[in-house]
């Protein structure tokens, strides 16, 4: 049993500015600051605290229905849902640099920013990139082999590649494939430069992006993402150490590191196998939930498809989902152990809801059991407040759709990707001292 003490929400809609704060020789860290927190430009402190939390648990069911789209759509999709994003990170680019603020998702393959001139460009409040300015920036030409590796390419009047990519919103961004020089800050006072790394610049882009991000940068996989380039540099690793969202008591930030920073190791540590099914999303093998000394079979399950890499683990994504049945199954064995009156969520969002009267409740110990690998989430990430005195379950049914390991469930805990090795590791950590 864990106890769970509810101080605000005001970090729930998850959007994160990141800056680096240490590099080191073969690695580097950056730090993640949510995008409510009072150190973001896009802080409001009049905003319902709660609903950042009701916005982000109804874009996750979103999302879901973009990740799993159907494969055989004519126009290729992002999965990425761009209304306040995921995470920002600063990022440099081009010759001199220009900062730039980028929306990080695993779920995405491209890096891309908006670049003058624009034929159409969205509300930016910080300043857009112009290439011309840059002496590093080259065209890649359309019939080059990095042109045709990427989807949904085509040739410009210029012979020049031109990428395109929609979003299910009907968001868009479209313009040249380029090459620049990516740099990355750090705290020696000299910047970690990545010459000739793949950008698009977009001159064409719509939607509901908007405020300080430039763009989004992909950390999924795909031959193009951020990931992918930078896979020498780094080892192929990265990790996140993600600080419990409603943690007032502390200042600190959650952590992003890369290559030798980003090794997860020690005590506690436990490893599951990385699946691929898929060139941008990162998969994983679920075989059940137990919660007390019950239970809950997900391997098999009537809408969960094939039992290995049954899952995606995503930073973008708040909630967890599961199939309907494995959700039925779950949320029975929790109703079984927790002694509290049930309630109507309010904005009909959850269906498992109840009345906490105090600040502290013992609510039960979830584990998931990973192929190789099982992780307790405790009520920080299982159970979230929507509204005074009301707390729900962050678990919400998927049918037919897919499920997705979220970033509520990864609150303190060490995740480190290792793509050389195919594992995905976890680390019970204390996020708040990484």
């Not at 759509?73 to 603020?101: Q, W």
């Not at 239970?295 to 498809?305: A, K, T, Y």
């Amino acid at each position: 049993m864990n106890t769970l003490c509810f101080l605000t929400l005001s970090l729930f809609s998850l959007c994160f500015i990141a800056s680096f704060s240490h590099a080191l020789s073969n690695g580097f860290s950056v730090e993640l600051i949510h995008r409510d927190s009072p150190k973001s430009p896009y802080y409001k402190p009049t905003e319902n605290k709660y609903q950042h939390f009701v916005d982000a648990a109804r874009r996750s069911i979103n999302r879901a229905n973009h990740f799993f789209k159907d494969s055989d759509t004519s126009t290729p999709e992002s999965t990425v849902i761009p209304d306040r994003g995921g995470y920002l990170m600063t990022y440099s680019v081009g010759t001199p640099p220009t900062k730039i603020y980028g929306i990080a998702d695993t779920g995405s393959d491209i890096v891309w920013l908006q670049c003058e001139p624009c034929e159409q460009c969205y509300n930016q409040t910080t300043p857009i990139f112009n290439p011309s300015k840059s002496s590093s920036y080259k065209n890649i030409p359309c019939l080059s082999k990095l042109c045709h590796s990427v989807r949904d390419t085509s040739c410009s009047d210029q012979n020049s590649c031109q990428y395109k990519i929609s979003y299910g919103d009907s968001s868009h961004s479209q313009g040249d494939l380029s090459v620049d020089t990516l740099s990355l800050e750090s705290t020696s006072g000299s910047p970690v430069s990545f010459p000739k790394t793949v950008i698009g610049c977009g001159t064409d882009n719509a939607g509901t992006f908007g405020g300080a991000s430039s763009g989004i940068v992909g950390l999924g996989g795909g031959p193009v993402s951020l990931i992918t380039q930078l896979g020498s540099s780094i080892g192929g690793k990265f990790s996140y150490c993600l600080v419990p969202l409603l943690n007032k008591e502390s200042n600190a930030s959650s952590i992003l590191s890369f290559g030798d920073a980003a090794v997860v190791s020690g005590d506690g540590v436990v490893s599951t196998p990385l699946i691929k099914k898929d060139p941008v999303f990162y998969f994983l093998t679920l075989q059940a939930f137990s919660v007390g000394n019950k239970r809950v079979e997900f391997g098999g399950s009537s809408e969960g498809g094939d039992d290995e890499g049954n899952i995606i683990i995503d930073s973008g994504t708040t909630l967890t989902l599961i199939p309907s049945d494995v959700y039925t199954n779950l949320e029975s064995a929790v109703v079984d152990l927790v002694k509290l009156d049930r309630v109507d969520d309010p904005n009909q969002q959850f269906s498992l809801c109840y009345s906490l009267k105090s600040n502290e409740y013992d609510f039960p110990i979830i584990t998931a059991h990973f192929k190789g690998a099982d992780i307790e989430l405790h009520s920080i990430s299982t159970f979230v407040p929507i509204t005074d005195g009301i707390v729900c379950f962050a678990f919400q049914p998927s049918p037919q759709l897919g499920s997705i390991f979220g970033n509520l469930a990864q609150q303190n805990l060490l995740v480190g990707y290792d793509l050389q090795q195919k594992t995905v590791s976890f680390k019970p950590t204390d996020c708040t001292k990484v």
